[in-house]
T-cell receptor, first 112, second 113 residues
Framework: TQLLEQSPQFLSIQEGENLTVYCNSS?????LQWYRQEPGEGPVLLVTVVTGGEVKKLKRLTFQFGDARKDSSLHITAAQPGDTGLYLCAGRTNFGNEKLTFGTGTRLTIIP | NAGVTQTPKFRVLKTGQSMTLLCAQD?????MYWYRQDPGMGLRLIHYSVGEGTTAKGEVPDGYNVSRLKKQNFLLGLESAAPSQTSVYFC????????????FGDGTRLSIL
């Protein structure tokens, strides 16, 4: 059973446009992480959010954790070709839980 | 800085053959994980380990076995490969503290014919 659903599954936009990727669940997570994966490589951590309603910014990327800690979003402003990749959200369901549950992924392509 | 190293990078097997995927990390991480990645399904946890000599089942453990005889190594075995096990396999490791990032290898692409 996939606990985390991401939307859209695929997204292709022009350079300079803005976009939002969503990560949704019916379960409550104690924390949530976002990873980016490039072809032929493993995922790399972008950010960790731990508090309901928390917003974190990483240059042009803005991450938000839902108030109820069941969902999250990633907003990219003025997308660049270097943003191209597979974006994965991943959550922990219990405090101290060593396991992550990964979302289904969003494959983003930025067209120059 | 090697980080997490997986071997081999590619492998083709025939149905029924066995093989072992190797994962080594040089960051002294306590936790290690094996995932499989299939299109549209993100990463699914196969087995994991919270320390040397310990292993536990993840979401999709059937058909796989693991061993963690040394802290730095985590082995994934397929005793009798099946076409359904065709996938990209990723190893990851992390510190034990809460909310630590998982550090991934570059994956092993495995095809079962």
């Amino acid at each position: 059973t996939q606990l985390l659903e991401q939307s859209p599954q695929f997204l292709s936009i022009q350079e300079g446009e803005n976009l939002t990727v969503y990560c949704n669940s019916s379960s409550v997570f104690s924390s949530l992480q976002w990873y980016r994966q490039e072809p032929g490589e493993g995922p790399v951590l972008l950010v960790t959010v731990v508090t309901g309603g928390e917003v974190k910014k990483l240059k042009r990327l803005t991450f938000q954790f839902g108030d109820a800690r069941k969902d999250s979003s990633l907003h990219i402003t003025a997308a660049q070709p270097g943003d191209t990749g597979l974006y994965l959200c991943a959550g922990r369901t219990n405090f101290g839980n060593e396991k992550l549950t990964f979302g289904t992924g969003t494959r983003l392509t930025i067209i120059p | 800085n090697a980080g997490v190293t997986q071997t081999p990078k590619f492998r083709v097997l025939k149905t029924g053959q066995s093989m072992t995927l190797l994962c080594a990390q040089d960051m002294n991480h306590e936790y290690m994980y094996w995932y499989r990645q299939d299109p549209g399904m993100g990463l699914r946890l196969i087995h994991y380990s919270v320390g040397e000599g310990t292993t536990a089942k993840g979401e999709v453990p059937d058909g796989y076995n693991v061993s963690r005889l040394k802290k730095q190594n985590f082995l994934l075995g397929l005793e009798s490969a099946a076409p359904s096990q065709t996938s990209v396999y990723f190893c990851a490791s992390s510190y034990w503290q809460q909310n630590q990032p998982q550090h991934f290898g570059d994956g092993t692409r495995l095809s079962i014919l």
